[in-house]
């Protein structure tokens, strides 16, 4: 249900205009990032937002939410496409506004990118959290699902990580929350196809993917990587 206050426009706009900048590109050495999830995967903004450009999806979701303040799907997309640039605390703030004013739905696909922030940083306990709630939100909801079985296997946890796996294509039969997910590096979607791979029993597929993930650029990925590569 959604919050009966109103999100101000002009606020949104502000936010929007500032945008934030660039943090530091320097990667923490526990850093883990799992996966993001756009609201609107085919509305306005979408296509720009998944060919790369970025700065025509904006003015999309900018155009939307000046029309329609409270459509916080819009917001939510509108953060992802900051967090591409790493304007991460932009799309904090963004993200803040969906959880606190907006419905169910809405909350759950935030704080999925809440946590995928957060796991950008190496806070993966605050990641943890965040992703937990949204699945206590709405149990059904396969995208954080998605994320926590991601989670689990960078912290090392190769069963939990396989259970929610197969939880998450037993949730998504109709692959519409995959459909959703955005990735904000290269490397989610390899570890992603690696682990969902292992959970169909494909595991020549999972094999390559672990492969191309041990040779990336994080740490903690590339050790997931390994400790399934050193399974016999």
């Known amino acids: 249900m959604r919050n009966s206050a109103k999100i101000p426009a002009l606020f949104l706009l502000a936010l929007a ?23 609107s995967p085919s509305g306005p903004g979408s296509e720009e937002l998944r060919a790369g450009r970025l700065e025509q999806a904006r003015s999309r979701y900018e155009s939307v939410l000046a029309q329609d303040p409270e459509r ?18 932009a799309a904090r703030s963004l993200l803040d506004e969906v959880v606190a004013h907006g419905t169910s739905r809405d909350q759950v696909l935030a704080l999925v990118n809440l946590g995928e922030l957060y796991a950008l940083d190496g806070y993966l306990t605050a990641a943890q959290a965040h992703l937990e709630t949204a699945r206590s939100i709405d149990p059904l909801r396969a995208e954080p699902v998605y994320a926590l079985a991601l989670l689990a296997d960078a912290r090392g946890d190769g069963a939990g990580a396989a259970a929610l796996a197969r939880e998450a294509l037993r949730l ?13 590096r290269g490397e989610e979607r390899t570890h992603l196809e690696a682990l969902l791979a292992e959970a169909r029993g494909d595991r020549e597929a999972a094999l390559a993917r672990w492969r191309e993930l041990r040779a990336g650029g994080y740490p903690v990925l590339a050790a997931a990587a390994q400790r399934h590569l050193d399974q016999p």
Request: hydrophobic share 45%; net charge negative.
């Open 172 to 184: 998504d039969e109709s692959g519409g929350a995959r459909a959703r997910l955005a990735y904000l």
């Open 72 to 89: 916080l799907s819009a917001l939510n997309d509108l953060a992802v496409s900051y967090a591409l640039e790493d304007r991460r605390d």
């Open 17 to 39: 205009a500032c945008g934030g900048a660039a943090e530091p590109s320097a990667r923490r050495p526990e850093a883990a990032p799992v996966v993001a999830a756009l609201a």
